[in-house]
């Protein structure tokens, strides 16, 4: 029964791809997949735009259903799952997140990575400290928000800099890339490491500096539908829909690069 549902979601998905919204393969479908209801997402805190937007283009293509986002760092996600929170989707920033929840018999198939984002340097528009690299960080007179270590964005800022040869002192550590971003925002500090993605999103707020060590510290991002998920068959068709050329489009706009 379950490959039937999973079947009868990607077939969906397919119809959704080759037509419009309307087309009437979708209804059909739905109807017999059992693609309705409430679809709980938990996804990392740097896909808020482009899941917010994939999640309203969802629910157009498959009436009676509703997405609802859970977006937070991804260790903190993984966490939540393996302690049981309910669930249908999980999406990380980091292949090594995603492990956890696999290895802990909670992920239902094999997460399949469907996006990767780069790490840019985030400072008020216009740049007034004139900051050009990641040597620049590191200035007496320049302060600096990180990711903390255990988050995937963290990670991939620890590799770039150490790849720069580059020591600093953040003055604060935060729990996701978005806690990072807004203490740019708020004019808290002077530059953050966030993804290319977060600039884009707040791009009337902040510029994002290009640097050469990020090709380093690549992020790829998997995605799997859960096990013992309240909405199996609306998990799998999310997971599909993402993965499908509608979702792929929102997220290139977005700035993520294809998998």
Request: aromatic share 6%; proline share 7%; charged share 15%.
């Amino acid at each position: 029964m379950r490959r039937v549902r999973a079947a009868l979601a990607g077939a969906a998905v397919a119809a959704l791809v080759a037509g419009c919204g309307g087309d009437p393969a979708t209804g059909p479908a739905d109807a017999t997949g059992g693609v309705t209801g409430t679809v709980s997402v938990f996804a990392a805190a740097s896909l808020t735009e482009s899941f917010t937007r994939i999640g309203r283009d969802f629910e157009a293509a498959h009436p009676g259903t509703t997405v609802v986002f859970n977006f937070a760092g991804s260790s903190g996600l993984a966490t939540q799952i393996n302690q049981g929170a309910p669930a249908d989707v999980f999406a990380s920033a980091a292949p090594r997140t995603m492990a956890t929840v696999a290895e802990a018999g909670n992920a239902d198939g094999t997460p399949l990575t469907f996006a990767r984002n780069q790490l840019v340097i985030a400072v008020p528009a216009g740049n007034p400290k004139g900051i050009t690299g990641l040597a620049d960080l590191a200035g007496p007179d320049v302060k600096v928000a990180l990711c903390a270590d255990q988050v995937p964005c963290g990670a991939a800022a620890r590799t770039a800099l150490d790849a720069a040869s580059v020591a600093l002192t953040p003055v604060t550590l935060e729990p996701d890339v978005k806690g990072a971003l807004s203490k740019v925002t708020l004019g808290e500090v002077d530059a953050a490491l966030v993804y290319r993605t977060d600039t884009r999103a707040a791009a009337a707020k902040v510029t994002g500096v290009e640097f050469p060590e990020s090709a380093r510290a690549v992020t790829d991002y998997p995605i799997v539908a859960l096990r013992d998920a309240p909405n199996p068959a609306g998990g799998r068709a999310f997971v599909e829909y993402v993965r499908s050329g509608r979702g792929q489009a929102v997220l290139a706009e977005a700035g993520f690069q294809a998998p």
